[in-house]
């Protein structure tokens, strides 16, 4: 079992331009997040999805920030335009109702 | 609103020495605790849960209502201990974690 897969590992992007954050769960794990930690920081929740259902995106940047579920599996989260202040580690994860489990994460750099 | 507070950024303790990990936390229910581990260029893992009362590595962690504390100890630090640790709570196993800023743990030989 991979566990969870994020694509890319990293990315570096001028501002201004748009960025794309893929994530594929652990099968049969209905609940996804996406958290973004900046440096120095804990992870903090952008959005969660319950199945392909968003159940709770308030932290979610919706001027510039978008994310989709499709089928209720994989996940990609989008920036467009992309703030220097973006510059994080997004991070996902999934659970099926005990503990979550975290991705890798991309560290995104905006330059 | 739900907060996570761990006051120290940086612990260094000698190999074999007691470990501590503070962890404060404010919210108005019963919420799930949990630790969390990051080693070095490894993915954020689960070290352990209050709800389990379970000892894993050798880590302990006591849930004190009173005192709204989690904190994480274990009473001799191996080497391998040094990493990232992160305390967070949930309302409910399924909602997200709101994290505290994290302490790094150095484990000095």
């Known amino acids: 079992e991979a566990g969870v897969v994020q694509s890319p590992r990293y990315k570096i992007i001028e501002k201004k331009q748009p960025v794309a954050f893929w994530c594929n769960p652990i099968?049969?794990?209905?609940?996804l997040y996406w958290y973004r930690q900046n440096l120095g920081q804990g992870p903090e929740l952008l959005i969660r999805y319950e199945n392909e259902e968003a159940v709770d995106d308030s932290q979610l940047p919706k001027d510039r920030f978008s994310a989709e579920r499709l089928k209720g599996v994989d996940s990609t989260l989008k920036i467009q335009p992309a703030e220097l202040g973006d510059s994080a580690v997004y991070l996902c994860?999934?659970?099926?109702?005990?503990?979550?489990?975290f991705g890798q994460g991309t560290r995104l750099t905006v330059v | 609103a739900q907060r996570v507070t761990q006051p120290e950024k940086l612990l260094s303790v000698f190999k074999g020495a007691p470990v501590e990990l503070k962890c404060n936390y404010s919210?108005?229910?019963?919420?799930?605790l949990f630790w969390y581990v990051q080693y070095s260029r490894q993915r954020l893992q689960l070290l352990l849960r209050h709800i389990s009362r379970e000892s894993i590595k050798g880590f302990t962690a006591d849930l004190n209502k009173g005192e709204t504390s989690f904190h994480l100890k274990k009473p001799f630090a191996q080497e391998e201990d040094s990493a990232m640790y992160y305390c967070?709570?949930?309302?409910?196993?399924?909602?997200?974690?709101?994290f505290g800023s994290g302490t790094r743990l150095q484990v000095q030989p």
């Open positions: 099968s049969g794990h209905n609940t």
């Open positions: 994860a999934s659970s099926q109702g005990t503990e979550a489990f």
């Open positions: 967070a709570l949930s309302p409910s196993l399924r909602r997200a974690l709101t």
């Open positions: 919210y108005s229910g019963s919420p799930e």
